[in-house]
Nanobody
Framework: QVQLVESGGGLVQAGGSLRLSCAASRLTFSMYTMGWFRQAPGKEREFVSDIASSGSATSYADSVKGRFTISRDVAENTVYLQMNSLKPEDTAVYYC?????????????WGQGTQVTVSS
């Protein structure tokens, strides 16, 4: 069974930094586009960032561009999200997602989430 396990969340003051990790198991990590999403209380889940299976391309939501950096370590089957200059509006549960298209079928897996709280 595929598992995505996030870690690294916590409580931080505005302006601080956190690094989230998502360890993947039981999937061919190098074949998956990996991404981070977040969901604040009372809001829908939203895209934060993703990185191509090759690691050659990344994308970011406008709200985090220039502050967050996504990366992946194929040897460790892990994707990271370095979050700098955190703001209270970054408070949310952060979810890791793995996505791959196989012959027209989309395979998508989610982690259980990790809480990030930014105090003002």
């Amino acid at each position: 069974q595929v598992q995505l396990v996030e870690s690294g969340g916590g409580l931080v003051q505005a302006g601080g930094s956190l690094r989230l990790s998502c360890a993947a198991s039981r999937l061919t990590f190098s074949m998956y586009t990996m991404g981070w999403f977040r969901q604040a209380p009372g809001k829908e889940r939203e895209f934060v960032s993703d990185i191509a299976s090759s690691g050659s391309a990344t994308s970011y939501a406008d709200s985090v561009k220039g502050r967050f950096t996504i990366s992946r370590d194929v040897a460790e089957n892990t994707v990271y999200l370095q979050m700098n200059s955190l703001k209270p509006e970054d408070t949310a549960v952060y979810y890791c997602r793995g996505r791959r298209n196989v012959l027209g079928t989309e395979l998508v897996y989610w982690g259980q989430g990790t809480q990030v709280t930014v105090s003002s």
